[in-house]
């Protein structure tokens, strides 16, 4: 009776969250059919509730994926109890004498292949060891804590056993899986770069500080030079800066590295970190040092730094690593060529891709004749070769961020294309041919439980696509249809989410300035070049349109890319489409939905410029109807926009643009193309809501919006002004947080030819007193882009060599202060006379500042400039600058800040006696400019593989911003950033 009562308390407690939970894991989405290992440890003979349990896992699961774990004993009265289910307990069960939890324990993590759970450990001052707070770590979900005896709970009962791990661990991370902590504690496996010795020493020197303060450390790398592999080495290296106390924290070291793309900048962290100890009491002289992992496409020539670093504008340091490798790195790598070809046939170097890649530094001839000879040994119409060219393609184009996670395939969502049947005893990973191996590496999920199939290196993704798409005689259009109707992304596993996302990121993320990326894209890099290259962009469309009905149903941006496109290519009927459906999806996300709205005005604007076009002959006031239905169309969605485009993160001046250009559009238009008996009628119909004379009685119903014209007009420039006129946008990217949006530095291109425009609507309203004011603002707009960006105050005056009032030069004499540009610097510096100084560059403060001797001050009084716009320059931690002097509302600014160590005396040559680089190039064919850009694309790959360039090649590469700003110029699209 009382084991009665006992079994009815537990169902009545425990049995239906057990059942939930079981119903929970069992869902295909969570784990996939046949991934799922049931384990059931018996070590009592209390049976309460296991009867139920088990009945339900073996229906959840089925008895395939299932073991029974106890000792002798228990199990054979467990069978007793419950004979009607004994042949499947003596089928799905293990048993042994004498059997301990702690032997049992062990015997499952060495089987499972998991690792021994140990307590993370904080050193102190004493040696002792100090456990962090279990629960504290549990909550930190993103971050891991290297303990104090981090690998050294790992038992060896031989030096044999040893030694095999080591070899299996230095395979595993020579293949190209993520390195691991045993790498680096067995201390052989890792190649030591040159400037680790110097990385640890500016570390330690930040650690060992006796005040509080926040530092950062960048070490700025090219892909596949093994940056996050250095930094880890870094903090592993680090051991030895201990706490004082539980309550007195010193030093605290933070590795940043494959954070997902986010709002939320890496300033924005550093400042979080930063208000919070500074607030509180308890983190006394709180030491933190962030060494923060930086993907660089390619790192330039760094021969004119003093020593193996720089300090940015920011007051970082930033380290540099290049995949190519320096003489003693590359003995070393020799040196363990040869030692891993002393092991047997077995351990083969040369299979050793990501090994192989470094040790040859990144050779591009050595990686593309890898693939060659190696690809040949996977059957072109295999399953195995159908994986890799997915990944290859997902690895490719999916566009990759500063610090983001590189594109892999969760290894559930390709049990179908690989063959998985719960017949076979064997995952299909583990039966990969050896030569897939090389190419592909399969490994534990980041974030989350699950394995991963990704490429074993970086650099193998577009060689290898690109030889799978010869060795096919396939269009790139065609493999990503493929991708698309293939089984990998009809799983219904959990993963699939995530492979969805790689999969919209690669159709639909644009490269851009304002991501921080190193040019900016119309569209994804592969829609582009499907477009680019093959002979139709409607393939680039039908992929899209694939995704829109098979994949992300519904998705307002897939459809917003689809208008954008559609759009580019003169389709304006399936753009507008399109251009609505997005907008009508869009209806739950303001900013979205702005975005949309954009697309969609862009979309109108374009039709009507083209069907205007058309027009040779002045038409009447009723057939201009159906033209101003679109372009009055276009007003609206701008001016939907621009009200729901007011967060933090979208730059209004987009829409804005947008707004006063399709009003100058409309005008023009009734101007140039309408024939009316009285023109200023016109003028008088749009300003005057009484005015409705019968001449324009179709365009009633145009009326109440055309008379928004004026009030839209100055609400916009309100607007303009106080982001022109007062304040100046730049990008708020933390490792160069003083570059000038492209807004600023491409408006001094456009701005004459829209005076010109501007002033034909003059003449039209001079009977106007007050209309005629608003459009003379007109003469003061710009046009541009937005993104995530920050305001800083704008320069109104330059310094001078002149006397009195002329030693200062208004701002407006420099076309904006978008002076990053060399030539143009030089230009404006002989025209107006703007004075050099120069100062002495210093980290104070935690910020980079120029001190400058007060000429006037007779205590020789240093003056302190806090403000430094200068590009991407780089400097050391204390040298001297030449530099030239702009005020603000906010306090004096130094611009082209340059180190006196180049000595290029930039002012006593005569490089602005030619023409400005970008008006020149703004005047060249862009088919041509393209070619140039091609031709730097060569330049770079000859410099990559150790090549020398002619002095003429390397002025081309120096012209590539240009060329590139230039591009966009002639684009004509200045308020298109949706």
Known sequence: MQTMQKSEKWTQDYSAGIRDAVIFFSQKDIIPKGRALVIVLLFSNNFDGIIETIRELSIRFGWEQMVIIATENVLKRFTVEYRDMTDQIDKYSISGRGMTWEHVNATFLELTGCKDQENVLLPTSSGAFVPADAKFVETLAEFNILSAKQCENKEFQTDEEREQFSSKTEESFYRGEKVEWFNFYFRTHVLKRQIFDSVESTISKILQGDQKVLSTVIISHEPGAGGTTFDSKNVMSLWRHKEESENNAKPLLLLIDDLEQSDLTFDDVRRQIYIEYRSNPKVNNLVCCCILCHRETEIHQLSSLQYDYSVNTSGAIVYYLKQKLDEPEKQWMDRKYKELEEKGTDYQPDHLLSFMILRKGCSQTYIRSTIRHYLLHIDVSSNEFELLAYTALLSTYTPKTKRGPSAFIPVECCDSLMGYSLMKTVLWEKNMSKTLKMFLVIEQKENASGKQVKMSHPALAEPVLRQILTKRKETLSALTQRFLDCTILQSSSYGRQTLINFTKEMLVRRLKEEYNDDRTT???????????????????????????????????????????????????????????????????????????????????????????????????????????????????????????????????????????????????????????????????????????????????????????????????????EQCLCFHTTFYAHDDNSHREHRLYRGIQYRYPLFIMITVNFLELMSTNCHHSRIYQKLLMTGIGEGGKNITQPTTHFFLTNGLGFKSLCHSSESKGTALFNSSAWERFVETYNIKRLKGDLRFHNGKTCIFVANEKSPSSELIEIRRIRSGKTEFNSQEEVYFYLGFSISGPIAYHVKPTRYEETAIEQSFWQDDDRVEKFVEEDEEQLHRKLNTIKDLKSKLKNGRHLKEREKELLKQEDDIRTAIDIKKNDPYQDD
Not at 528 to 533: A, G, L, P, R
Not at 641 to 651: E, I, M, N, T, Y
Not at 654 to 682: A, D
């Open 522 to 720: 119309s569209f994804s890099p592969l829609v582009e070049e499907i477009c680019n290259i093959e002979t139709s962009w409607i393939n680039a469309r039908k992929i899209l349109e694939t995704v829109f009905t098979k994949i992300l149903v519904n998705d307002h941006y897939i459809a917003q890319t689809l208008a954008r496109l559609c759009s580019k290519h003169k389709d304006f009927e399936k753009g507008i489409e399109w251009g609505r459906l997005s907008v009508e999806m869009s209806m739950g996300n303001k900013i979205a939905n702005g975005f949309c709205h954009q697309s969609l005005a862009i979309c109108l604007d374009e039709q009507f410029k083209q069907e205007t076009a058309k027009i040779q002959t002045l038409i009447s006031i009723k057939d201009a109807v159906t033209y101003l239905t679109i372009i009055l169309e276009a007003y609206s969605n701008f001016l939907d926009a621009s009200r729901l485009r007011k967060g933090s993160a979208d730059h209004i001046l987009y829409p804005i643009q947008g707004v006063l250009n399709t009003i100058i559009t409309c005008l023009k238009f009734i101007r140039k193309n309408v024939r009316c008996k009285f023109s200023q009628h016109v003028m008088m119909f749009i300003s005057d809501e009484a005015f409705t004379p019968q001449e324009f009685k179709d365009w009633l119903v145009f009326k109440l919006k055309l008379n928004t014209f004026p009030y839209e007009g100055e609400k916009a420039l309100a607007i303009i």
